[in-house]
């Protein structure tokens, strides 16, 4: 079992920034080494926003965040954050950390599906 949890939403104006980490534990931690976030707007399906292999090394974004978003992780492996700059309304949402045995590649392109652990998620509200 692995077990997530996210802190770091609010509510922030547009055009400012957030950052949001992950924490994750469990004896098979080491197993689910991709880690990453997606996000889930009312009324809408659980998209994709970033993801990060386990040495840090490779990322991928959604092209809706490339440029404003940075996904990172502490020393320790166990730690991602998501550095959220230039916030847009359209950003609003509810945000998931992840966990996944799959290829950070495989995250981004596969989507949800290939997420085998969920954190419970931190709203992010950006006002306008």
């Known amino acids: 079992q692995v077990q997530l949890v996210e802190s770091g939403g609010g509510l922030v104006q547009a055009g400012g920034s957030l950052r949001l980490s992950c924490a994750a534990s469990g004896r098979t931690f080491s197993v689910y080494a991709t880690m990453g976030w997606f996000r889930q707007a009312p009324g809408k399906e659980r998209e994709f926003v970033a993801s990060?292999?386990?040495?840090?090394?490779?990322?991928y974004y959604a092209d809706s965040v490339k440029g404003r978003f940075t996904v990172s992780r502490g020393n320790s492996k166990n730690i991602v954050y998501l550095q959220m700059n230039f916030l847009k309304p359209e950003d609003t949402a509810v945000y998931f950390c992840a966990a996944a045995s799959a290829s950070a590649q495989g995250m981004a392109v596969l989507g949800p599906s290939k997420s085998d652990y969920w954190g419970q998620g931190t709203q992010v509200t950006v006002s306008s």
């Open positions: 990060i292999s386990w040495s840090g090394d490779t990322t």
